[in-house]
């Protein structure tokens, strides 16, 4: 690749429109080889990108665009929400949008895939793959069911991406409908599921404490009730043989300090809900009548 190029490119985080490249000193005659030799990529007509960029970033760009909402999540250490939309942010009144998948056909925006959103003019400057966190996180608790939304929040409050600061700017610049979602903020949730389930709760009536360290110095994701622990686990965090016994040995410690413990999946807090909150609700049922009698 011509050095000219290449220099302009990397100044640009590998992404940029033929005119920002010339302008950072990329030879004008450089493009033509380049794409030749497959070291650079034509997003579409006029913009340009280093080859090994993420995919979800391409498409973005290939719209018009850059990553946004849940989208960009994962590209800022954020959690993501399960399905697969790609968010976009353009500028207000931008034309010609392509399609995410060939730039030779225009978008069809009756796609329930692609969500595009036109605030680009509120982007902060340098957005140049995806927005930044707090423009992140702000079209998500506006586009994101609750639940989700709160789980990206706390995911940023927690990785210390967002502060004090931060949620007040949230709050004056999110809708009013967004408000629960943000004062629902909490920095303990240390996983989605466990945002989500706090959501849940929350919505469900039940209060709970997140993580509390009971009697024997063990740690619990929730206690609900007077002495009912609900643990949020995964294959991930609980995959191996010296993991799975680990756990097995803090669970019957829990026990013993006279605790009854509820362990749900990811699967089944976000997709079995009810059976999740009609088991929380018995166990908490059954331990107020054994207090009364």
């Not at 960029?53 to 760009?61: D, M, Q, S, T």
């Not at 994962?74 to 207000?92: D, I, N, Q, T």
Request: proline share 6%; aromatic share 6%; net charge positive.
């Amino acid at each position: 690749m011509d050095p000219g190029l290449d220099i302009a490119l990397r100044s640009l985080n590998g992404l940029a429109r033929r005119a920002e490249l010339l302008r950072a000193g990329a030879p004008a005659d450089s493009f033509g080889p380049a794409w030749a030799a497959g070291e650079i990529l034509r997003v579409r007509h006029g913009v340009y990108a280093r080859p090994g960029l993420p995919e979800p970033i391409l498409r973005a760009a290939r719209i018009g665009g850059v990553l946004a909402a849940a989208s960009a999540a994962p590209f800022l250490g954020l959690w993501k929400p399960p399905h697969e939309r790609l968010f976009a942010s353009v500028r207000p009144g931008a034309m010609g949008l392509r399609d995410p998948d060939d730039a030779t056909r225009a978008l069809d925006r009756m796609r329930d895939d692609v969500v595009v959103l036109h605030d680009g003019g509120r982007l902060r400057p340098g957005a140049r793959l995806h927005v930044d966190v707090r423009t992140c996180v702000r079209q998500t608790v506006q586009l994101e069911s609750p639940a989700f939304a709160l789980a990206i929040l706390n995911s940023a409050l927690r990785a210390g991406r967002l502060d004090a600061d931060d949620l007040a700017w949230l709050t004056t610049s999110a809708p009013v409908r967004c408000h629960p979602v943000l004062a629902a903020a909490d920095r303990r949730a240390e996983s989605g599921t466990e945002s989500v389930m706090m959501w849940n709760l929350r919505c469900a009536g039940i209060a709970f404490e997140p993580q509390v360290v009971v009697d024997g110095g063990e740690r619990v994701d929730f206690v609900v009730g007077r002495r009912v622990a609900v643990e949020c686990v995964s294959v991930e965090h609980h995959a191996g043989t010296a993991n799975y016994s680990k756990d097995r040995r803090r669970i019957a410690s829990i026990v013993r300090q006279g605790y009854v413990v509820l362990e749900f999946t990811y699967d089944q807090v976000l997709y079995d809900w009810p059976m999740v909150i009609a088991t929380i609700r018995a166990a908490i049922e059954r331990e107020y009548l054994a207090n009364a009698l």
